[in-house]
């Protein structure tokens, strides 16, 4: 069992949570594709926790490695970016897209999935593997997906109103966009 804490492996303990982090997403899709949104939520939640867990595994060991870094960047962009966008879309638009304005879901969905995409690419560009700085520039993925879920439940439970007669659906697309220009931004959150 040495392999665990052995760095240069890509199964080490580390990494072996941030498979889990993806396993976690690729099940909250398969939740979400079948309208399970309470599992899917249970499998979104629990790959934020190993998230979590796998920083703090690969710091306290010292596992941290160029693949670790690629490897939750990629998990982030399931766990974080997809699922979150995936809950939007089956919890919000799925079924009235004949009411709503096709391009203007079409470039909402896009315009936060590159966003996420560009966040993580940037981020990994900028950080030397075992390396955690003071502040994050711009709102984390993981931030950004808790911002998405917060989105979505305002939707759930009827607190985003119509405006001006626009429709919660069509706000719904617009804070969606708003979370990801944060994801980009120049504002700095404080790293836990």
């Known amino acids: ?32 594709t079948h309208g399970e949104f309470f599992g899917a939520a249970l499998f ?14 690969a710091r306290k060991y010292q596992l941290s490695t160029e693949f670790g870094v690629q490897l939750d960047s990629f998990a982030d962009f399931l766990s974080f970016v997809i699922v979150p966008a995936m809950f939007i879309y ?18 909402a969905f896009i315009y936060y999935i590159i966003s996420g995409l560009r966040r993580l690419i940037t981020f990994n560009i900028n950080t ?40 919660p659906e069509y706000l719904v697309l617009t804070l969606m966009i708003f979370v990801g220009y944060l994801l980009n931004s120049k504002v700095k959150i404080p790293h836990l």
């Open 44 to 57: 979104a939640w629990l790959g934020g926790a190993f998230d979590i867990i796998d920083g703090k595994i």
């Open 128 to 167: 030397e593997a075992g390396t955690v700085g003071k502040y994050f520039v711009g709102v984390p993925t993981p931030l950004g997906a808790i911002l998405l879920w917060l989105v979505y439940l305002g939707w759930e439970f009827n607190l985003i109103p119509t405006i001006f007669q626009i429709t």
């Open 90 to 107: 089956f919890g919000v638009i799925d079924g009235k897209e004949t009411f709503l304005n096709t391009t203007f879901i079409a470039l």
């Open 1 to 32: 069992m040495t392999f665990l804490f052995d760095k240069n492996n890509h199964f080490n303990l580390a990494n072996l949570a941030t498979f889990l982090n993806i396993a976690s997403g690729i099940l909250a899709i398969y939740f979400l």
